[in-house]
């Protein structure tokens, strides 16, 4: 092997920072959605599963959904940011689709999840969040940059 093909090797072995620049902000906001959306549910589930059962499963799924790309985005590498770009844009389907049901019909939940009304509960940033990851992971990998 020559010495290129070593550093070749040693570079594709090195995983791409995930977590540099707003990367850093990233993991923040998804680590405060992940301890969040889980204590939440987890109350609720515990205490008044049979009041709002979907709204507070979905609120579980959510945080479950957090806590992988949240995962994703400290591990690094190619693979972590397709599986992070996947998540987030999973997110962003349920955010608009459980934002919408919940005007739609509102009697479907009695009780609000984390993805009410597109987050309003939480100052929208269940819209904003994989708006924004999506972007910058994009950005990132488009630059071939250790986004």
Do not use: N
Not at 72 to 82: I, K, P, Q, S
Not at 110 to 121: H, K, Y
């Amino acid at each position: 092997m020559t010495s290129g093909e070593a550093e070749v090797a040693a570079t594709e072995d090195k995983p791409t920072r995930l977590i540099s620049g707003p990367g850093i902000l990233l993991v923040w906001l998804y680590g405060v959605m992940v301890v969040g959306a889980v204590s939440r549910s987890a109350y609720q589930i515990a205490t008044e599963f049979d009041r709002a059962p979907l709204a507070y499963s979905l609120s579980a799924l959510a945080g479950v959904v957090y806590g992988f790309i949240t995962y994703t985005l400290v591990r690094g590498g190619e693979t972590a940011r397709r599986a992070a770009r996947v998540c987030c844009a999973t997110e962003l389907v349920g955010v608009l689709t459980v934002g919408t049901w919940t005007l739609v019909e509102p009697s479907a939940f009695p009780d609000a999840t984390v993805w009410s009304d597109f987050g309003m509960g939480y100052v929208f940033i269940p819209v904003l969040l994989p708006l924004s990851a999506l972007y910058w992971l994009r950005k990132g990998a488009r630059h071939g940059e250790a986004a």
